[in-house]
């Protein structure tokens, strides 16, 4: 295999190790399957999930809601709660649903680098797929076993390189904070805003051109650039940096 994602990405949520700090019961999310009383449910969780989805893709995020998502399956917000109690959870299972198996990188050839190279080139192509994965993946959350799966994945694919745990997981979480940049809708400079320079910015230091000499220069030539070339050169320089590192470790 070289890299693809692994078995199917859709279906349901898998086996959930949920957070037992939550509302005291442990919010696991897999574990809850469905309702166990009463007649047969037409409703599942990963239905609801692929429902909330659908409209997180097409409409944004800002737009998923228990009573929108709710509408779009043609039944009561209140039926919702029985499978996901907030719309945390309801993030959780989609984030689980839409990033799809771990990639499969044993069969990558080309060492460590290219492994994390594929990697990184698949995360963002899911990221892509759906824009709003970004947002709903910051901070003290629920994780469920695909997407830890990823993380999983990355570090070890850096087994072997003399790197320490600790160094192997700081150097993916730099990859990921890479591709996350290059990925949010807002970015962290408004040159990445939406992967191209922002015309606000080129206005202001086009006129003022004897404060901002080095910006005027640098825009001029970034023009004339490819729109994801900053994708492209972070990568490899973030890549550079963990072989350098990994080079050093081999001579100690």
Do not use: C
């Not at 409703?43 to 989805?53: E, F, K, R, S, V």
């Not at 570090?155 to 997981?169: D, F, I, K, Q, S």
């Not at 591709?179 to 320079?197: E, H, I, K």
Request: proline share 5%.
């Amino acid at each position: 295999m070289d890299g693809r994602r692994g078995g199917r990405e859709d279906g349901d949520a898998g086996t959930w190790n949920g957070d037992p700090r939550r509302r005291g019961r442990g919010v696991a999310l897999g574990h809850r399957g469905q309702p166990t009383r009463g007649p047969r449910p037409a409703l599942t969780l990963a239905g609801i999930a692929g429902a909330a989805i659908r409209v997180a893709d097409e409409e944004g995020l800002d737009a998923v809601s228990m009573q929108r998502v709710a509408a779009a399956l043609d039944v009561t917000k209140m039926a919702l709660y029985r499978y996901v109690a907030s719309k945390a959870e309801l993030f959780a299972v989609m984030t689980e649903i839409a990033v799809g198996e771990p990639p499969v990188l044993s069969g990558v050839r080309g060492g460590w680098r290219r492994k994390l190279e594929r990697w990184a080139e698949l995360l963002r192509t899911t990221w892509r797929e759906h824009p709003w994965i970004p947002a709903v993946t910051l901070g003290d959350r629920l994780m469920g076993p695909r997407e830890t799966g990823w993380t999983e994945a990355a570090v070890a694919a850096l087994e072997g390189t003399g790197l320490t745990g600790a160094e192997r997981m700081d150097a993916v979480s730099l990859l990921g904070g890479h591709v996350r940049n290059t990925r949010s809708a807002a970015g962290t400079q408004p040159w990445t805003a939406d992967r191209r320079l922002s015309p606000l910015l080129a206005d202001l230091v086009r006129r003022d051109k004897e404060r901002f000499p080095a910006l005027v220069a640098a825009i001029d030539e970034a023009g004339r650039r490819p729109d994801d070339s900053g994708w492209t050169f972070g990568l490899a320089r973030i890549l550079d940096g963990i072989e350098q590192l990994v080079a050093s470790r081999s001579g100690d």
